[in-house]
T-cell receptor
Framework: DAKTTQPNSMESNEEEPVHLPCNHS???????IHWYRQLPSQGPEYVIHGLTSNVNNRMASLAIAEDRKSSTLILHRATLRDAAVYYC????????????FGTGTSLTVIP | NAGVTQTPKFRVLKTGQSMTLLCAQDMNHEYMYWYRQDPGMGLRLIHYSVGEGTTAKGEVPDGYNVSRLKKQNFLLGLESAAPSQTSVYFC????????????????FGPGTRLLVL
């Protein structure tokens, strides 16, 4: 599975938008981009995923670069409950039985 | 639905002792996974299973064994615990959707904290 690179940590003020970047320069054509987050003392939970087009759901938006070598998870209005570690993961839908989590980005939300 | 449950929630072992961690899911998922997470680190895959009676090694399988005798249960065994196995263990499951493989997201349990002295 292709590797992803994320900043170790980011900060955001409460009720402001947050853009969490992820680089995946070796992405293949059958790799889907998945985002999970892990709240303190909990297991990870699914946030959003996409292939080429931008995606929106009730939790977040996913913006995917035209060349697919990077993506950005967008939280439109950060709340204190969004403080978590966010993981960007590539999974090949044809062969990917495994998910490689990496170390993720630790998001701190400042009141 | 309870989702993914893990037993026990917390355990302390002495070096050399053995134990089994139980993961159960009630979503009829085909795939099940065991991960470990060390302080300040991401999750690392230990073993996984793509169906009843089948298991495969992940990134860090040494010192662990697994079994999937029933579809809903995935057991992780430590035959002789070592301090290096002190960690938080997460179980996960996901469905197999042949017509929508991109929708196959993982569902995680609450974790088991293991301390090996």
């Amino acid at each position: 599975d292709a590797k992803t690179t994320q900043p170790n940590s980011m900060e955001s003020n409460e009720e402001e938008p947050v853009h969490l970047p992820c680089n995946h320069s070796t992405i293949s054509g059958t790799d889907y981009i998945h985002w999970y987050r892990q709240l303190p003392s909990q297991g990870p939970e699914y946030v959003i995923h996409g292939l080429t087009s931008n995606v929106n759901n009730r939790m977040a938006s996913l913006a995917i670069a035209e060349d697919r070598k990077s993506s950005t998870l967008i939280l439109h209005r950060a709340t204190l409950r969004d403080a978590a570690v966010y993981y960007c993961i590539l999974r090949d839908v044809l062969t990917g039985n495994q998910f490689y989590f990496g170390t993720g980005t630790s998001l701190t939300v400042i009141p | 639905n309870a989702g993914v449950t893990q037993t026990p929630k917390f355990r302390v072992l002495k070096t050399g002792q053995s134990m089994t961690l139980l993961c159960a899911q009630d979503m009829n998922h085909e795939y099940m996974y065991w991960y470990r997470q060390d302080p300040g680190m991401g999750l690392r895959l230990i073993h996984y299973s793509v169906g009843e009676g089948t298991t495969a090694k992940g990134e860090v399988p040494d010192g662990y064994n697994v079994s999937r005798l029933k579809k809903q249960n995935f057991l992780l065994g430590l035959e002789s615990a070592a301090p290096s196995q002190t960690s938080v263990y997460f179980c996960a499951s996901r469905p197999r959707l042949p017509t929508r493989p991109h929708q196959e997201t993982q569902y995680f349990g609450p974790g088991t904290r293991l301390l090996v002295l």
